[in-house]
């Protein structure tokens, strides 16, 4: 059975950094494409950054310059390296597994997701 549990969610401040993990078990990661998404209060789920199964990796303008996606194949986890954080990254951060091959930051993807972790910028 497939599972995906988030961790490294906390409270930071704006210019801060946080890693969070993605620990899978039940299938090979490197073989499905892996995404980070996030949501906000009152809005809508959005895609963060993802990586596909042949290493393609994607990300919102939102966050280009400043977010990191990777993987550890041997141990069978997803990362996200979030640096210089604002107050609007604010969100439950979620990863999620795709079959598909594309690098795509498209929820409707995704067939298989973690239960998120809190992620707070707040001075």
């Known amino acids: 059975q497939l599972h995906l549990v988030e961790s490294g969610g906390g409270l930071v401040q704006p210019g801060g950094s946080l890693r969070l993990s993605c620990a899978a078990s039940?299938?090979?990661?490197?073989?499905?494409?892996m995404g980070w998404f996030r949501q906000a209060p009152g809005k809508e789920r959005e895609g963060v950054s993802c990586?596909?199964?042949?290493?393609?990796?994607n990300c919102a303008d939102s966050v280009k310059g400043r977010f990191t996606i990777s993987r550890d194949d041997a141990k069978n986890t997803l990362y996200l390296q979030m640096n210089s954080l604002k107050p609007e990254d604010t969100a439950v951060y979620y990863c999620?597994?795709?079959?598909?091959?594309?690098?795509?930051?498209?929820?409707?993807?995704?067939?298989?997701w973690g239960r998120g972790t809190q992620v707070t910028v707040s001075s």
């Open positions: 990586i596909s199964s042949r290493s393609n990796t």
């Open positions: 999620a597994a795709s079959l598909s091959v594309a690098a795509s930051l498209s929820v409707a993807s995704y067939s298989y």
């Open positions: 039940g299938f090979p990661l490197p073989y499905y494409t």
